[in-house]
């Protein structure tokens, strides 16, 4: 059996559960009716009733009115106590990272680096390598890097390869660094550490480009299938009506094409192409742009530092907490604008992670002049965490979209400020300045780095506390978002962000029906009540992608 054909038996083998567009392009009208729809028309922010036929929005507005135009053969549902919003996105996430995530142990709990072996021991996970992800020192008492040596304990002869919560760190038994070939003589790679002990021994953690030393066997095509198909349904079940992929491999790319060619995907996927490697940027420069029913390839993401929890993110001044640190760039300046140009070019969006603000930098020198030489291309920042004000302003001016994750603020707030120290603090993960200074932003999670979970993106939006509430008031309390402009992150923002407002985003006749209805007013209620809140139906393109069991 062909490679493809294969693909194609087992999506429909293993997508049972995920109804098929063809069996729903039915000419029948559906209504629904709720206690409110937050249609984010300014024209019409409120209504009661939307009607939709085969994947359109045909009418919205009061009840009266909407079921006057959907005719007397229209299915009516009705949801009394629940709102409806448009359909929320997750505008920078990871869906292979996800999938593989939820099946392997997760070590987020963690709170010591003993309780961190332990969930790997516990897990069922078999296999050549054992591999888990979410570990965080930081969470740790005395925030040191975890090492080998209590890995070796539990596992003296398997691989174990445990990527940081950030995925810019990866921490390894005493077998793994043996089969990556990494000894005290083993030199610091550009862009990379081997954290060592005071002797020069590798103590078993690994940070940025110092990971490629280390090659776990790529997951078989079927695993990977796996991973995506569970990553897209917890997804869709979670509100998500799309997600910008941040950085996609080719092979993730085919099994998703194959899926969106037989109408199996549950919800949309804008694709950044990973152009992080010159070999694999060639070839999708060679692919190009590509759309499919609910699957867009049009985007590129290229990577300039690392991360703040694990020292990697690009400062430019030193660590506070580390004076001899300041982070470094995973691709030199001229390549990151010769490739940025290139696909610019070629007429791909250009979406940049920089964390630090020299990488923020860096990237808005390119960003903006690809702004100015392609009128509409809509650069993307991607994480924007820590940017001085003046390019803040030019972010804004330049037409550059920030994409930004509110959970992160959420994670790092009780070490970022010992990190940045008291000056730079306050112009990290500054969400608000960026709508103040007339900027676009586009929210999301990051996930598997944060849950994926958009209500709890939202939560984070407003209050800038953790899940306990703490700190109290929020973290720089001028910094949170009202319920509006949180909700306009994960909705219009995100639509702007993948060229795609025209269609989607809003709730209005005409548009197409990507919509979610919440047991909660993530607007009106109080933050704390999008914590408790469920899902009750994600609508992808007029299809139930998920409905909640009543
Ligand atoms: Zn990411």
Redesign the pocket.
């Given at each position: 059996m062909s490679w493809s054909r294969w693909l194609l038996a087992l999506a429909l083998s293993t997508l049972g559960c995920v109804k098929r567009v063809d069996e729903y392009s039915s000419t029948r009208t559906v209504v629904f009716v709720a206690k409110t729809i937050r249609t984010l028309d300014p024209r019409h922010p409120i209504a009661q009733a939307l009607a939709m036929r085969g994947g359109t929005l045909l009418a919205v507005g009061t009840r009266d009115e909407v079921l006057a135009q959907a005719g007397s053969d229209a299915v009516v549902e009705t949801f009394p106590s629940s709102t409806i919003v448009p359909g929320l996105v997750d505008a920078?996430?990871?869906l292979l990272h996800l999938g593989q995530a939820l099946l392997t142990p997760a070590l987020q709990g963690a709170v010591t680096e003993a309780e961190a072996v332990a969930l790997v021991k516990a897990s069922a996970q078999r296999g050549d390598w054992l591999v888990g992800r979410g570990w965080d020192q930081n969470r740790w008492p005395g925030h040191a890097f975890p090492t080998r040596a209590s890995l070796d304990l539990s596992f003296p002869s398997t691989p174990v390869v445990l990527t940081r919560v950030d995925?810019h760190a990866v921490w390894l038994n005493g077998e793994a660094l043996r089969r990556a070939g990494i000894t005290r003589a083993t030199r610091d790679p550009e862009g990379g550490r081997i954290v060592r002990d005071a002797g020069g021994e590798p103590t078993g953690v690994l940070v940025d480009h110092a990971i490629d030393l280390v090659h776990v066997p790529a997951p078989t095509t079927e695993a990977r299938a796996q991973a995506l198909k569970l990553a897209l349904e917890t997804c869709a079940r979670l509100g998500l009506t799309q997600v910008h992929d941040?950085?996609m491999d080719l092979e993730t790319l085919r099994v998703l094409q194959q899926w969106d060619m037989l109408g199996a995907l549950p919800t949309r996927v804008y694709v950044m192409v990973d152009g992080q490697d010159a070999a694999h940027a060639d070839e999708f420069l060679g692919l190009g742009r590509s759309k499919g029913r609910r699957l867009e390839v049009r985007a590129v993401?290229l990577v300039l530092d690392g991360a703040l929890g694990s020292r990697g993110a690009l400062l430019g001044q030193p660590s506070a907490d580390e004076p001899s640190t300041r982070g470094w760039s995973l691709l030199s300046p001229e390549v990151f604008d010769a490739r940025a140009r290139a696909f610019a070019d070629a007429g791909f969006q250009v979406a940049v992670?920089a964390i630090g603000d020299e990488a923020a930098r860096l990237a808005l020198d390119t960003l903006v002049a690809l702004a100015r030489a392609h009128p509409d291309s809509r650069p993307r920042l991607?994480?924007a965490q820590v940017l001085a004000p003046a390019d803040l302003t030019r972010l804004a001016e330049g037409a550059v979209i920030a994409s930004m994750?509110p959970p992160h603020a959420t994670s790092d707030l009780a070490w970022a400020q010992e990190r940045l120290g008291p000056e730079r603090v306050q112009w990290a993960y500054a969400w608000h300045s960026v709508l103040q200074a007339g900027g676009h932003l586009a929210l999301g999670s990051?996930f598997p780095?944060e849950s994926p979970n958009p209500l709890w993106g939202l939560y984070a939006a407003r209050t800038r506390t953790d899940q306990k509430g703490q700190p109290e008031g929020g973290w720089f309390p001028s910094q949170p978002l009202t319920g509006q402009e949180a909700l306009e992150g994960f909705t219009t923002g995100a639509a702007f962000a993948s060229f795609a407002e025209q269609q989607r985003g809003q709730l209005i006749a005409g548009r197409e029906a990507d919509f979610v209805i919440l047991s909660v007013d993530p607007v009106d209620d109080p933050p704390r009540a999008l914590l408790e809140a469920s899902v009750r139906l994600t609508v992808v393109d007029g299809i139930d992608v998920y409905r909640a069991p009543r």
């Amino acid at each position: 059996m062909s490679w493809s054909r294969w693909l194609l038996a087992l999506a429909l083998s293993t997508l049972g559960c995920v109804k098929r567009v063809d069996e729903y392009s039915s000419t029948r009208t559906v209504v629904f009716v709720a206690k409110t729809i937050r249609t984010l028309d300014p024209r019409h922010p409120i209504a009661q009733a939307l009607a939709m036929r085969g994947g359109t929005l045909l009418a919205v507005g009061t009840r009266d009115e909407v079921l006057a135009q959907a005719g007397s053969d229209a299915v009516v549902e009705t949801f009394p106590s629940s709102t409806i919003v448009p359909g929320l996105v997750d505008a920078h996430g990871h869906l292979l990272h996800l999938g593989q995530a939820l099946l392997t142990p997760a070590l987020q709990g963690a709170v010591t680096e003993a309780e961190a072996v332990a969930l790997v021991k516990a897990s069922a996970q078999r296999g050549d390598w054992l591999v888990g992800r979410g570990w965080d020192q930081n969470r740790w008492p005395g925030h040191a890097f975890p090492t080998r040596a209590s890995l070796d304990l539990s596992f003296p002869s398997t691989p174990v390869v445990l990527t940081r919560v950030d995925g810019h760190a990866v921490w390894l038994n005493g077998e793994a660094l043996r089969r990556a070939g990494i000894t005290r003589a083993t030199r610091d790679p550009e862009g990379g550490r081997i954290v060592r002990d005071a002797g020069g021994e590798p103590t078993g953690v690994l940070v940025d480009h110092a990971i490629d030393l280390v090659h776990v066997p790529a997951p078989t095509t079927e695993a990977r299938a796996q991973a995506l198909k569970l990553a897209l349904e917890t997804c869709a079940r979670l509100g998500l009506t799309q997600v910008h992929d941040a950085g996609m491999d080719l092979e993730t790319l085919r099994v998703l094409q194959q899926w969106d060619m037989l109408g199996a995907l549950p919800t949309r996927v804008y694709v950044m192409v990973d152009g992080q490697d010159a070999a694999h940027a060639d070839e999708f420069l060679g692919l190009g742009r590509s759309k499919g029913r609910r699957l867009e390839v049009r985007a590129v993401k290229l990577v300039l530092d690392g991360a703040l929890g694990s020292r990697g993110a690009l400062l430019g001044q030193p660590s506070a907490d580390e004076p001899s640190t300041r982070g470094w760039s995973l691709l030199s300046p001229e390549v990151f604008d010769a490739r940025a140009r290139a696909f610019a070019d070629a007429g791909f969006q250009v979406a940049v992670h920089a964390i630090g603000d020299e990488a923020a930098r860096l990237a808005l020198d390119t960003l903006v002049a690809l702004a100015r030489a392609h009128p509409d291309s809509r650069p993307r920042l991607e994480h924007a965490q820590v940017l001085a004000p003046a390019d803040l302003t030019r972010l804004a001016e330049g037409a550059v979209i920030a994409s930004m994750q509110p959970p992160h603020a959420t994670s790092d707030l009780a070490w970022a400020q010992e990190r940045l120290g008291p000056e730079r603090v306050q112009w990290a993960y500054a969400w608000h300045s960026v709508l103040q200074a007339g900027g676009h932003l586009a929210l999301g999670s990051d996930f598997p780095i944060e849950s994926p979970n958009p209500l709890w993106g939202l939560y984070a939006a407003r209050t800038r506390t953790d899940q306990k509430g703490q700190p109290e008031g929020g973290w720089f309390p001028s910094q949170p978002l009202t319920g509006q402009e949180a909700l306009e992150g994960f909705t219009t923002g995100a639509a702007f962000a993948s060229f795609a407002e025209q269609q989607r985003g809003q709730l209005i006749a005409g548009r197409e029906a990507d919509f979610v209805i919440l047991s909660v007013d993530p607007v009106d209620d109080p933050p704390r009540a999008l914590l408790e809140a469920s899902v009750r139906l994600t609508v992808v393109d007029g299809i139930d992608v998920y409905r909640a069991p009543r």
